[in-house]
Each structure stands twice: as C-alpha cells, then as structure tokens.
C-alpha cells in the first residue's frame, strides 16, 4: 500500500514558477514508478510527467516539455515537479500516482493517488 498526498499548489501569474511536492508512505516507495497526472475542470485527466524508481529514466508531455522537470528523493519518499514558465494552460489539479514505468510516453498507474493540489495561473 502507498498513500500519496501532494503540496505546494498555489496562484501564480504567468511566467512564475511552482514546485509540487508529493510525499508518499511506505517501505517499498523506490520499486514504483511515480508520475504526476493534470486534469483542469471539463477535461480529462492528463499525463504530464514520469520518472522511473531511480528517477534515471523520465517522461515529459509535450505540453510541458523544457518547462516542467520532475525528480525524486528515494530517501525521503518524495518525488517533485518543478514548473517553471507557466501558462494559464497550465492550471488544474495535479495529481501524483504510484505506477509503473516501461520507456517512452508507457506508464501503467496503480490505483494508488493523491488527494490533489490545485495550480492557478493568471494571466
């Protein structure tokens, strides 16, 4: 079991920058892959970011590419996005998901998910 609770949403004007934090629970919190997940209101959930159980492998969405950079301290069960030029676009909830992660853009999430923190960028 792995519970997830995400930080460090907020309101920003375009241009700023954000850091998201997710810290997870468990002994095992390095087997998993993590990934961060969007979903603005209307719209479906969307893939943002992924990063393997050593963090040595990623995965970007176009969307947020050379934007958003995320990263993980296995030791303090915590993984991160950084985002930086941000975009109205950008707003939604992000969530963080416990997964697994095969290369590429191919990311199997578990249902083990954050309750979600809220991203507002003005314009």
């Known amino acids: 079991q792995v519970q997830l609770v995400e930080s460090g949403g907020g309101l920003v004007q375009a241009g700023g920058s954000l850091r998201l934090s997710c810290a997870a629970s468990?002994?095992?919190?390095?087997?998993?892959?993590m990934a961060w997940f969007r979903q603005a209101p209307g719209k479906e959930r969307e893939y943002v970011a992924a990063?393997?159980?050593?963090?040595?492998?990623?995965y970007y969405a176009d969307s947020v590419k050379g934007r958003f950079t995320s990263s993980r301290d296995n030791a303090k069960n915590m993984v991160y996005l950084q985002m930086n030029s941000l975009k109205p676009e950008d707003t939604a909830v992000y969530y963080c998901?416990?997964?697994?992660?095969?290369?590429?853009?191919?990311?199997?999430?578990?249902?083990?998910w954050g309750q979600g923190t809220q991203v507002t960028v003005s314009s």
């Open positions: 998901n416990a997964g697994q992660y095969s290369g590429g853009n191919y990311y199997t999430t578990y249902d083990y």
């Open positions: 990063s393997s159980g050593s963090g040595s492998r990623t």
């Open positions: 468990g002994h095992t919190f390095s087997s998993y892959a």
